[in-house]
């Protein structure tokens, strides 16, 4: 797809321009989102109709199994055929009766069952009641925005899943489960001011819109931290020589490149190439943490009992976006963790300790599923295994 920006991406920052508004959905639900929607994508539905009716569906009964919808949300979405739509989800076993299409102001909701949500066994979507809350509300505001108003049901799907993967800060990759009806109506958000820019497989939320966005773009900081952190003294000292650089590449192992290209390539991330050359080349020097770490590190723990399960989890949704693993840093912000940079290695050394996640060494951006969370069936896809980094090379001199 080759489509230019309609129009200049416009500054909310400008002179006479609002405030930009705060963002929906931390990190964590953030990655709900897309857990919601990669759901919806694996359902085998008629269309874009009946996915966007499902959506809508599955957020309310994500928690338990039942959700309660009224004629008057049925109406909102605007479907051309709303009964096509109904009888699609009834297809795989949701109950739905038809006091649904009863759209008076005085009619009550009709519950709706959704019978692979109401398992205590491997849910497909385990949200806690706020995040469950928070991601509702995030659907009904992307899906009322202002320039999808007058568009198709298909193009308010698309832009939920856009959303959800992008942000307003820099171009993203297309999602991978973006369903193919939603493709023709990508020029449409882009004419209509959702999208800033479209071009080839990429593309970009318009400002207006950047509240909407389920990504964050990392802070400058994020830019030196690979395995680990490096510290402000580190940043500082490190000079940049491409040729070392060059050179330092040609000597490393084919899978260690493809790993540094990799990140070097990665449109989410969008770091610098001295930045990483900084990461794969320098590391922090190692030795015992100070005793007021380890006092914050055991109230940290004391507050997160069981942070395991979710920061594996996390290494897999970030590898499935990015092609390769988080850093220490990523890692912190996107699980929410509010701790010093010291602090923060500390608690990614004890999940590795406990098996919840494992690295390759000291090569950065490694972070991935350990055997504990192996055993709870926390894995990496097989084919994106066989393209984990080697022992790292030694660095040139």
């Known amino acids: 797809m080759q489509t230019s920006a309609a129009h200049a991406p416009q500054s909310v920052a400008a002179v006479g321009e609002p405030e930009p508004l705060p963002l929906l959905l931390s990190e964590e639900r953030g990655r709900a989102a897309r857990r919601l929607l990669g759901h919806v994508a694996s359902l085998p539905l008629p269309g874009p109709e009946a996915r966007l009716f499902a959506v809508m569906v599955t957020i309310r009964a994500a928690r338990g199994g039942v959700g309660n919808v009224t004629g008057m949300d049925l109406n909102a979405l605007r479907l051309s055929d709303p009964h096509e739509a109904v009888t699609a989800l009834r297809s795989l076993g949701w109950q739905i009766a038809d006091t649904v299409f009863d759209s008076g102001p005085a009619a009550p909701p009709t519950p709706v069952t959704v019978p692979e949500l109401s398992t205590e066994v491997d849910h497909p979507l385990p949200l806690g009641r706020e995040s469950r809350s928070r991601v509702s509300g995030w659907t009904a505001k992307t899906m009322s925005a202002k320039p999808l108003r007058k568009l198709p049901p298909a193009a308010r799907l698309a832009a939920l899943y856009l959303a959800a993967h992008g942000t307003a800060g820099r171009l993203a990759p297309l999602p991978a489960d973006l369903p193919a009806a939603c493709l023709p109506t990508l020029p449409a958000l882009l004419e209509k001011g959702f999208l800033a820019e479209l071009s080839g497989d990429a593309y970009r939320l318009d400002p207006r819109v950047g509240h909407l966005a389920g990504v964050r773009v990392p802070a400058e900081d994020d830019d030196a931290a690979g395995s680990g952190d490096r510290s402000p003294a580190a940043r500082r000292r490190f000079r940049f020589d491409p040729e070392a650089w060059a050179a330092w590449k040609d000597a490393a192992s084919p899978a260690l490149r493809r790993h540094v290209e990799s990140v070097e390539g990665c449109a989410?991330?969008?770091?610098?190439?001295?930045?990483?050359?900084q990461a794969f080349t320098t590391s922090a020097p190692a030795g015992p943490a100070a005793p007021p770490a380890l006092v914050r590190l055991r109230q940290w723990?004391?507050?997160?009992?069981?942070?395991?399960?979710?920061?594996?989890?996390?290494?897999?949704?970030?590898?499935?976006?990015?092609?390769?693993?988080?850093?220490?840093?990523?890692?912190?912000?996107?699980?929410?963790?509010k701790v010093s940079r010291e602090v923060r290695g500390l608690v990614v050394e004890h999940l590795v300790r406990d098996g919840w996640l494992t690295g390759t060494g000291s090569v950065p951006w490694t972070l991935r599923p350990g055997h504990a969370a192996q055993e709870q069936g926390i894995t990496l896809p097989a084919a994106r295994a066989a393209g984990t980094a080697e022992t790292p090379v030694p660095r040139p001199t």
Not at 268 to 277: G, H, I
Not at 309 to 332: C, I, K, M
């Open 268 to 277: 989410l991330c969008a770091l610098t190439v001295p930045a990483v050359a």
């Open 301 to 337: 723990r004391e507050g997160h009992p069981a942070p395991g399960p979710e920061a594996a989890a996390f290494t897999v949704d970030f590898r499935a976006r990015h092609g390769h693993g988080p850093s220490f840093r990523q890692l912190g912000r996107g699980m929410g963790w």
